[in-house]
C-alpha cells in the first residue's frame, strides 16, 4: 500500500483565498483524522471521521474551516478564506480502529 | 487540549548512549503510544502499551507504563545518528489520541 497520500504537498496563497487540502487514506482503514501543527501549538486534532461520518470537529477552530469526506477513500479540509494565522503543516491520518494511526506526508500550508 | 506532557523538551546525546524520554498525563486512559517525526516528514507510529501492561520491548526501544502515576516513559538503547528525531506520546482513552508537544532527540556521532 502507498501510505496515507496529501496533496499538494506545498501551499502558498494570499489571505482571503480558498485553500483546499487532500487526503487518501489507507485503503480499508475506517478512521480518518485531520491534524495541525505549530510551533507554538503543537499537533492539534480537528476532526475525524469514522467510516465516512464526522464523529468530533470540537477541534476545527472556526467556521472558516470545513472538512468532508465524501467517500471511504478521499477526504478535503478547506478554508475559506484563509487567513495568515492559519500557516502551519496539516496532517491526515488513518486507522483501522480508533489505536494505531498512519499519517501522511502533511501539506505545509503558508498564508500570506 | 494537551494530556500528555513529554519531558525533557529536549535531549542531546552521543550516538551508543541511551536516551530516555519522559511522558505524564491527566486523565484514565486505555492504552498510550509513542511515535516519531522526522523533520519535515509525518509521524511515525513506534510502539503502543496497552494500561494494563507494564512495559514493553520494539527492538532497542523499551517503553514502560505506571497508571498509579500517571506516567510513561520511553527508553532507546544504544543511540544512533538516525534516531535524530521528535518523539511524540499519544494517549487514547476509547476516543481520537491526543498528542503531547514532544522531546526533540539529537544524536550526535
Known amino acids: 500500500d502507498a501510505g496515507v497520500i496529501q496533496s499538494p504537498r506545498h501551499e502558498v496563497t494570499e489571505m482571503g483565498q480558498e485553500v483546499t487540502l487532500r487526503c487518501k487514506p489507507i485503503?480499508?482503514?475506517?478512521?480518518l483524522f485531520w491534524y495541525r501543527q505549530t510551533m507554538m501549538r503543537g499537533l492539534e486534532l480537528l476532526i475525524y471521521?469514522?467510516?465516512?461520518?464526522?464523529?468530533?470537529d470540537s477541534g476545527m477552530p472556526e467556521d472558516r474551516f470545513s472538512a468532508k469526506m465524501p467517500n471511504a477513500s478521499f477526504s478535503t479540509l478547506k478554508i475559506q478564506p484563509s487567513e495568515p494565522r492559519d500557516s502551519a503543516v496539516y496532517f491526515c491520518?488513518?486507522?483501522?480502529?480508533?489505536?494505531?494511526?498512519?499519517f501522511g506526508p502533511g501539506t505545509r500550508l503558508l498564508v500570506l | 487540549s494537551q494530556q500528555g506532557e513529554e519531558d525533557p523538551q529536549a535531549l542531546s546525546i552521543q550516538e551508543g548512549e541511551n536516551a530516555t524520554m519522559n511522558c505524564s498525563y491527566k486523565?484514565?486512559?486505555?492504552?498510550l503510544q509513542w511515535y516519531r517525526q522526522n523533520s519535515g516528514r509525518g509521524l511515525v507510529h513506534l510502539i503502543l502499551?496497552?494500561?494494563?501492561?507494564r512495559e514493553k520491548h520494539s527492538g532497542r526501544l523499551r517503553v514502560t507504563l505506571d497508571t498509579s502515576k500517571k506516567s510513561s516513559s520511553l527508553l532507546i538503547t544504544a543511540s544512533r545518528a538516525a534516531d535524530t528525531a521528535s518523539y511524540f506520546c499519544a494517549t487514547g482513552a476509547g476516543t481520537a489520541l491526543i498528542f503531547g508537544k514532544g522531546t526533540t532527540l539529537s544524536v550526535s556521532s
Open positions: 485503503s480499508g482503514h475506517d478512521y
Open positions: 502499551i496497552r494500561s494494563n501492561e
Open positions: 491520518a488513518s486507522s483501522p480502529t480508533q489505536e494505531t494511526q498512519y
Open positions: 486523565t484514565s486512559i486505555n492504552n
Open positions: 471521521f469514522n467510516n465516512n461520518v464526522p464523529i468530533d
